[in-house]
């Protein structure tokens, strides 16, 4: 079993990190974050609007839309608006948001799209497909080293190759990772 950070440690990472100095010890580097991001205010509206279950009126890539929202999503330095339009689970990418407005009309949470949410890698919901890899080379150290696919499973750890699975929902949760390595 790993060890786990005690609660010390964990308070003294995050004091670090959220003023971060020359002489910490700590310095985090993730991915670059979207240069037009949606406005505080927004963010503020639809926290309100998931928390109370209000219908939302906003105007995504010039069209109006009405939606159920669910969840604010930070996927790969890039926000997203999970809510439900026409009885489809869709991501909105924030930026391209604007007029959004709460409504005083409420929905009910359905229970199961909140937990696919809570359980989908990313922003991509619907079905997912069962995908087996072959991994070898270099690759083979990083794709057994941490999970870079959705759902990811070692089936077989052979010399000089790794057998992988994962569950993906859209071609490019794996196509762009695939690509990177060919």
């Known amino acids: 079993a790993q060890d786990l950070l005690s609660a010390d440690t964990l308070d003294r990472l995050v004091k670090n990190l959220e003023s971060p100095n020359k002489t910490s010890s700590y310095l985090v580097k993730g991915p670059a974050y ?3 991001m949606a406005s505080n205010h927004d963010f503020k509206l639809l926290d309100h609007a998931i928390q109370q279950g209000l219908i939302c009126h906003l105007r995504y890539t010039d069209k109006a839309r009405s939606v159920e929202p669910y969840r604010l999503i930070n ?23 604007s007029n959004i407005l709460p409504t005083e009309e ?9 937990n696919h ?3 989908s890698d990313g922003i991509w919901f619907g079905s997912r497909t069962l995908v087996t890899l072959k991994v070898t080379g270099l690759a ?16 077989h750890e052979g010399s000089g190759h790794l057998l992988l699975s994962c569950e993906i929902s859209h071609p490019e949760q794996l196509l762009p990772i695939v690509r990177y390595w060919v």
């Open 34 to 36: 979207e240069q037009e």
């Open 75 to 97: 996927h790969m330095g890039i926000w997203y608006l999970a809510a439900v339009e026409n009885g489809g689970l869709k991501a909105f990418s924030l930026s391209r948001c």
């Open 106 to 114: 409420s929905f009910v949470i359905d229970s199961a799209i909140a």
């Open 117 to 119: 949410i809570s359980q």
């Open 140 to 155: 083979q150290h990083y794709f057994s080293r941490r999970q870079l696919l959705p759902h990811q499973k070692t089936l």
